[in-house]
DNA sequence: CTGCCACTTCAAGTCAACTTGAGGTCAACC
DNA sequence: GGTTGACCTCAAGTTGACTTGAAGTGGCAG
């Protein structure tokens, strides 16, 4: 199995060295090997950064991440906590989806004042209404 | 029009007032007047809690926020400007399909190791790739 | 074999976004 | 009129996620 040097898995994940050691550190991901000093890394870590690079990109801590998947980059959550994730995954998606909504039609609606414009005044509604729900 | 205590505020939108505080220095909200020594905010605020709320659930920075909207809760940026940010959102929003797929497909599947189901591996490439463009 | 340069460690620094705490004010109820 | 409770200010502390810097190491091209 060939082992990447820091440099090349940084080149290639476009996540920088200090990150990587950083992740190492705190256990994220593993080294496999040491040429002398320098730690080498499995390929299989290219696959783990891109699973942590859309976890971050959903919202979630490193901590929580760290939680998420095993070693080999397979989610280890029991069924239901999967379930639960994927919940709040979709949550996000709407709100999200509001909010590009919301921004599409504003760059395109030529009405003068955005508030008095039923369709803008409904999504504001939404955001009120998601943003007293969450907490 | 009336006013709202920041405690009433606190209530009604979820968020301390602690933040508020914190937001009305940064400039995110303001506060209308003052009654002797407490802030009144206008029910506008509201809005822009949620707003901004939906904003930070879209990965903004309190200071893009700021930048994003006018005071009164209206986008504030140029067309153009407000199609690429629908467009980064866009993006986002793919990212955390593919994630809550994956996590879904996972707690679903019954295949014994995931690695070996084509399906997981055709999300896994795309994680790979999506995060390798980033940046 | 020598020098370069990408790596190493470890401690400290940074940044955003808040939170906490000490000490103070004020309107209202008992 | 005193105590309570919700507010106030301002400074300092916290957390997560990194980055930076100083000082050292070691593989390999020339």
Redo the contacts between chains.
């Keep these: 199995m060939k082992l990447l040097d820091i440099g090349v898995l940084s080149k290639?994940?476009?996540?920088p060295p200090s990150t990587l050691r950083y992740y190492e550190e705190i256990g994220l991901i593993q080294s496999a090997a040491r040429n002398g000093l320098r730690r080498q890394f499995e390929t299989l870590v290219?696959?783990q950064?891109?699973?942590i690079?859309?976890?971050k990109?959903?919202?979630f801590s490193l901590a929580e991440i760290r939680g998420m998947f095993a070693k080999?980059?397979?989610?280890k959550l029991p069924?239901p906590e999967?379930?639960l994730?994927?919940d709040t995954?979709?949550e996000?998606?709407r709100?999200?989806?509001?909010?590009?909504d919301?921004?599409?039609h504003?760059?395109?609606c030529p009405a003068e004042?955005?508030?008095d414009c039923p369709k803008f005044k409904r999504l504001?509604e939404f955001?009120?209404?998601?943003?007293?729900a969450?907490?």
Tied chains: 1, 2.
């Design positions: 290639r994940s476009g996540v290219l696959t950064l891109a699973l690079s859309l976890g990109m959903a919202g080999d980059g397979t989610p069924r999967l379930h994730r994927a995954l979709d996000q998606i709100g999200l989806t509001r909010l590009r919301a921004l599409r504003v760059a395109d004042t955005h508030m504001m955001a009120s209404r998601s943003a007293a969450r907490k």
